[in-house]
């Protein structure tokens, strides 16, 4: 009996581990994605972005549809909003982003990811907002794979985690409690050395966290900020009040005509069926 209540136990507490990795991994791979129709239609076909941008149309707003075959406007955005592209679809050439966002009482914009509006705009229309795929795209070449011993380091107080090299943005903190040996220590896969000389080391993932180290400076929290090249911007113009108007007046007029012609089927038919009867009563 004990024999087969030690089994029992023993296979319950695979079970339990078996389950909890699972979970750990699922979580890991997780992936938000819109809560938008045409998305869900056209899953395989769209392309996973993850990127921030700001809004540049040539009119100085852009226009945010139901979707990239819809011209359907949902919304006007001013040039200078922040948005996130979680998605991409191609449409024949033209490149479209699914954005998701809360609009707030003064008409500014900022990135939502539960609530807020959903729709699909021209990617042609934003300018990406400087990240680590634009420096990595801009530094090919100079980033090479890592090979030094930042490993036997010893923390003072606290190391820094940067978006980039020269980007000014700590994402996370590494200290002596999550590093407390070698051999816990974050494994730097890649290098790149700037034009003052500093080197940097690029970490994928350490407990949750991942970004640029600079090996020469770790635990300075003001290194120097790089400024980068702007793509053109267009003037902001106010969206004019009445752009959505006609929209709403074009899919109005779009009823009517349908009503019409669905008013005009069950006329037909009603004489039609009224004509038959009399035909049938002689």
């Known amino acids: 009996m004990k024999k087969r209540m030690g089994s ?12 909890f990795n699972e979970n750990k991994r699922i979580k890991a791979d997780v992936i938000w994605e819109p809560e938008d129709d045409f998305y869900r239609e056209h899953t395989d076909e769209c392309t996973y972005v993850n990127r921030s941008y700001t809004s540049n149309g040539e009119k100085g707003y852009i226009i945010v549809y139901r979707s990239p075959i819809q011209n359907k406007k949902i919304d006007a955005l001013i040039n200078g909003s922040t948005l996130h592209v979680s998605f991409s679809y191609d449409k024949d050439g033209e490149i479209w982003g699914v954005i998701n966002y809360d609009k707030k009482g003064d008409d500014t914009v900022e990135p939502a990811y539960a609530g807020g ?40 107080e606290q190391i820094y985690i940067w978006t980039y090299p020269g980007s000014g943005e700590a994402l996370n903190k590494i200290d002596k409690t999550t590093w407390d040996n070698k051999e816990n220590a974050p494994n730097l896969s890649e290098c790149y050395t700037d034009e003052d000389g500093r080197e ?22 003001k290194l120097p900020i790089k400024q980068h090249a702007k793509e053109e911007e267009f003037t902001p113009v106010e969206p004019p009040k009445d752009i959505l108007k006609s929209q709403e007046q074009e899919e109005r007029l779009e009823e009517g005509i349908l009503i019409g012609i669905v008013a005009g089927v069950v006329i037909i038919t009603a004489l039609l069926l009224l004509r038959l009867r009399k035909k049938t009563e002689v």
């Not at 080391?201 to 929290?221: A, L």
């Open 8 to 19: 029992v136990l023993l296979l319950l507490g695979l079970l339990l581990i078996t389950i």
């Open 117 to 156: 509006t959903t729709g699909w705009v021209r990617l042609e229309e934003l300018n990406v907002v400087y990240d680590e795929i634009s420096f990595r795209e801009d530094h090919t070449g100079q980033i090479q794979s890592y090979s030094g011993d930042f490993d036997t380091y010893e923390i003072k």
């Open 200 to 221: 940097w080391g690029y970490v994928g993932y350490y407990y949750g966290m991942g970004g640029w180290i600079c090996i020469s400076d770790p635990e300075n929290e």
